[in-house]
Nanobody, 116 residues
Framework: QVQLVESGGGLVQPGGSLRLSCAAS????????LGWYRQAPGNQRELVAA???????NYADSVKGRFTISRDNAKKTVDLRMNNLRPEDTAVYYC??????????WGKGTLVTVSS
C-alpha cells in the first residue's frame, strides 16, 4: 500500500515561489511514476508535472519553464518547485504515484493560493 502526504502549500503573491513536497511510503516506490496534479474550483484535475522512475520529466504547457519536478528515491520524496507563480496557478495540488501496472495513488492535496 502506498501513502502520499503533501506539504508546502500556502499563500503567495504573483511572481513568487513555492516548493511543494510529497513524502511517499511503500517499499517499491522507487519504480513508480510520480507526479503532481492540480484542481481549481470548477475545473477538472489536470496534470502539472510527472517524473518517471528513470527521471524523465513531463510538464503541462502552462507551467513549462516555471515549474520543476524532482524526486529522491532514497528519501521517497517528490518535489515541485514553482517559480513566477500566477493567479491562475491557484488550485489544490495533489501528489500522485502510479505503479508499473497502472494503479494510481493520491495524496489528500495541499492548497496553493496566488494572490496579492
Amino acid at each position: 500500500q502506498v501513502q502520499l502526504v503533501e506539504s508546502g502549500g500556502g499563500l503567495v503573491q504573483p511572481g513568487g515561489s513555492l516548493r511543494l513536497s510529497c513524502a511517499a511510503s511503500g517499499s517499491m516506490i522507487a519504480v513508480y511514476g510520480l507526479g503532481w496534479y492540480r484542481q481549481a474550483p470548477g475545473n477538472q484535475r489536470e496534470l502539472v508535472a510527472a517524473i518517471t522512475f528513470g527521471g524523465r520529466t513531463n510538464y503541462a504547457d502552462s507551467v513549462k519553464g516555471r515549474f520543476t519536478i524532482s524526486r529522491d528515491n532514497a528519501k521517497k520524496t517528490v518535489d515541485l518547485r514553482m517559480n513566477n507563480l500566477r493567479p491562475e496557478d491557484t488550485a489544490v495540488y495533489y501528489c500522485n504515484a502510479k505503479s508499473p501496472s497502472g494503479v494510481d495513488y493520491w495524496g489528500k492535496g495541499t492548497l496553493v493560493t496566488v494572490s496579492s
